[in-house]
């Protein structure tokens, strides 16, 4: 099965300074990737989604985007963070081959905005 | 378009008590998927099941079941003899054939089991 790892767990960074989130996945190849953002409160909104190296499909028009580099790496950032984006980001995965697969996510990273 | 409502944001319950949290979902595929996680205060989504359109059996399993009726698009998660380690959001997720894996959410129930 597979097994999913982001970091840093925890960010607080300065209003205007730059993003980078990791998602790597391990027990799986050519896995389908996600990026979520979940505001305080307790919606889970769909960021990105990746099908493989180098394909991203952007969900919301924000601030934010989003790079796969490597099979099972996929990667969120921001040139200049805004008070918005702090939020819980998790990272979900499902197998390539499945219709409606299962996703699993990731423990998620805290980012505060300040 | 696809819509999982929650109707419930917060259910208190005492330790041992029965409860159930709603899920009503709109689609207009006829091949659909849903889903049930649980976010434990640590924040990670724990995923729970998963249940095909064209199954509508119960499901059980240990304390969990589930209720799964097309007829009122509903997909029911209930607990018995709840624990305080019950304590968490539970999400309710909709994922339709046309669309992949990609999910809808509702909102989820923030689920306290007082001691």
């Known amino acids: 099965s597979q097994t999913i790892h982001q970091w840093p767990a925890t960010l607080v960074q300065p209003v205007g300074s730059p993003l980078s989130l990791e998602c790597t996945v391990e027990g799986t190849s050519n896995p389908n990737l996600y990026w979520y953002r979940q505001a305080a409160g307790r919606g889970l909104q769909l960021l990105f989604y990746s099908v493989g190296i180098g394909q991203i499909s952007s969900e919301v028009p924000q601030n934010l985007s989003a790079s796969r580099p490597q099979d099972r790496q996929f990667i969120l950032s921001s040139k200049k963070l805004l008070l918005s984006d702090s939020g819980f980001y998790l990272c979900?995965?499902?197998?390539?081959?499945?219709?409606?697969?299962?996703?699993?996510f990731g423990p998620g990273t805290r980012l505060t905005v300040l | 378009a696809q819509k999982v409502t929650q109707a419930q944001t917060e259910i208190s319950v005492v330790e041992k008590e029965d409860v159930t949290l709603d899920c009503v979902y709109e689609t207009r595929d006829t091949t659909y998927y849903l889903f049930w996680y649980k976010q434990p205060p640590s924040g990670e989504l724990v995923f729970l099941i998963r249940?095909?359109?064209?199954?509508?059996q119960n499901e059980i399993s240990g304390r969990y079941s589930w209720n799964f009726q097309k007829s009122t698009s509903s997909f029911n998660f209930t607990i018995t003899a709840s624990q305080v380690v019950d304590s968490a959001v539970y999400f309710c997720a909709l994922s339709e054939e046309t669309s992949g894996s990609r999910l809808t959410f509702g909102e989820g129930t923030q689920l306290t089991v007082n001691p």
């Open positions: 249940r095909n359109s064209f199954d509508e």
């Open positions: 979900a995965c499902t197998r390539a081959s499945g219709v409606a697969d299962t996703q699993y």
